[in-house]
């Protein structure tokens, strides 16, 4: 089994708090799949306002955290670590589908399997459960491009 805690995730990904949106990668083959956890606490920042009256993760956050697992697979598949001159990009979102809402104390676990990589177009399809309930579904286009200055 292969597994990243937080370190090794500061050093795949260059999103930091409050964007950071993994926490430990319980698993993954490089060129097929990882599978990553987001433990979801009543501290994060956007809960303030998405619902004061019943916190529930936004959608696109849950979305992000799938393209963030993406972005540590296809780091580890090409044996690539970020730096200053290029991004990993969201490309494209397809056939997302929220199930179920996402609430402070949930720990969601985030599943992606990679299907191709044809001219530095990554594409996976991703799912987040919590407790086994899934929550999203969603088919991901990432592209690492050199930032322009």
């Given at each position: 089994?292969?597994?990243?805690?937080?370190?090794?995730?500061?050093?795949?990904?260059?999103?930091?708090?409050?964007?950071?949106?993994?926490?430990?990668?319980?698993?993954?083959?490089?060129?097929?799949?990882?599978?990553?956890?987001?433990?979801?606490?009543?501290?994060?920042?956007?809960?303030?306002?998405?619902?004061?009256?019943?916190?529930?993760?936004?959608?696109?956050?849950?979305?992000?955290?799938?393209?963030?697992?993406?972005?540590?697979?296809?780091?580890?598949?090409?044996?690539?670590?970020?730096?200053?001159?290029?991004?990993?990009?969201?490309?494209?979102?397809?056939?997302?589908?929220?199930?179920?809402?996402?609430?402070?104390?949930?720990?969601?676990?985030?599943?992606?399997?990679?299907?191709?990589?044809?001219?530095?177009f990554w594409k996976y399809t991703a799912k987040?459960?919590?407790?086994?309930?899934?929550?999203?579904?969603?088919?991901?286009?990432?592209?690492?491009?050199?930032?322009?200055?």
């Open positions: 089994m292969n597994t990243m805690d937080i370190h090794e995730i500061f050093h795949n990904l260059p999103h930091r708090y409050p964007f950071l949106l993994i926490d430990k990668v319980i698993d993954y083959t490089v060129g097929e799949s990882l599978t990553a956890i987001k433990n979801v606490t009543i501290n994060e920042p956007f809960f303030q306002g998405h619902f004061p009256i019943r916190p529930v993760m936004p959608g696109v956050l849950i979305v992000e955290a799938m393209a963030q697992a993406t972005g540590l697979l296809s780091f580890k598949t090409a044996q690539l670590q970020p730096d200053n001159k290029s991004l990993y990009y969201l490309a494209g979102i397809d056939k997302v589908r929220f199930k179920h809402p996402v609430e402070p104390g949930d720990q969601l676990k985030i599943t992606v399997q990679l299907l191709s990589n044809k001219r530095g987040s459960e919590v407790d086994g309930h899934l929550v999203a579904v969603a088919d991901l286009m990432c592209v690492n491009r050199d930032i322009e200055t």
